[in-house]
Antibody
Framework: QVQLMQSGAEVKKPGASVTLSCEAS????????IHWVRQAPGQGLEWMGW????????RYSQNFQGRVAITRDTSASTAYMEVSGLHSEDTAVYYC???????????????WGQGTLVTVSS | SYELTQPPSVSVSPGQTASITCSGD??????TFWYQQRPGQSPVLVIY???KRPSGIPERFSGSNSGNTATLTISGTQPMDEADYYC?????????FGGGTKLTVL
């Protein structure tokens, strides 16, 4: 079945960077996009950006432009997201999700990874 | 910037119908998607393209979208449906979520 397996929890100091991974299985990796969504403790979902797993094109939320970079390794069926300049407000669970979309660039997310908790604390 | 507004909470008795709304300017002109998130779990897609159900999602889940409001309807609500529900849409190339609605089944 289609699965997304994410890397383990991270603890970082303010100002540091973190790179999260998301390994896909059960489908052709390059046939879909991968999106990243985060959820701060007790809060809602926030879309961060996506990567076209085929050509590597990316799109980011304006809220994270310049601080987030999404890449992929097609040979490993894995997407990565680096978040730099971390501060305490970045403490959250970060999810990756497969994007299923239309030619118009409208995607829905199915399935989701299990999430990675990133804690930013001095 | 475009915003999606959901009620923070909705309560329903078991076996009754629950309706969760999602409002946005001319939302009916966009596709809306709905996700269920049980405590401590990852979100799960329950409705896509306004009204379509993914395989494995019970028939009691349905959706509609018109004007400025999209609605997720759960008919014959069961205790297992107690969860947070999020609507999602696209504003040009930016993905966005509603603030989420906590559905309580009591």
């Amino acid at each position: 079945q289609v699965q997304l397996m994410q890397s383990g929890a991270e603890v970082k100091k303010p100002g540091a960077s973190v790179t999260l991974s998301c390994e896909a299985s059960g489908y052709t990796f390059t046939s879909h996009t991968i999106h990243w969504v985060r959820q701060a403790p007790g809060q809602g979902l926030e879309w961060m950006g996506w990567i076209n797993a085929d050509n590597g094109n990316t799109r980011y939320s304006q809220n994270f432009q310049g601080r987030v970079a999404i890449t992929r390794d097609t040979s490993a069926s894995t997407a990565y997201m680096e978040v730099s300049g971390l501060h305490s407000e970045d403490t959250a669970v970060y999810y990756c999700a497969r994007g299923i979309g239309t030619a118009a660039g409208v995607f829905w997310f199915d399935p989701w990874g299990q999430g990675t908790l990133v804690t930013v604390s001095s | 910037s475009y915003e999606l507004t959901q009620p923070p909470s909705v309560s329903v008795s078991p076996g009754q119908t629950a309706s969760i709304t999602c409002s946005g300017d001319k939302l009916g002109d966009k596709y809306t998607f709905w996700y269920q998130q049980r405590p401590g779990q990852s979100p799960v897609l329950v409705i896509y393209q306004d009204a379509k159900r993914p395989s494995g999602i019970p028939e009691r889940f349905s959706g509609s979208n018109s004007g400025n409001t999209a609605t997720l309807t759960i008919s014959g609500t069961q205790p297992m449906d107690e969860a947070d529900y999020y609507c999602q849409a696209w504003d040009s190339t930016a993905g966005m979520f509603g603030g989420g609605t906590k559905l309580t089944v009591l």
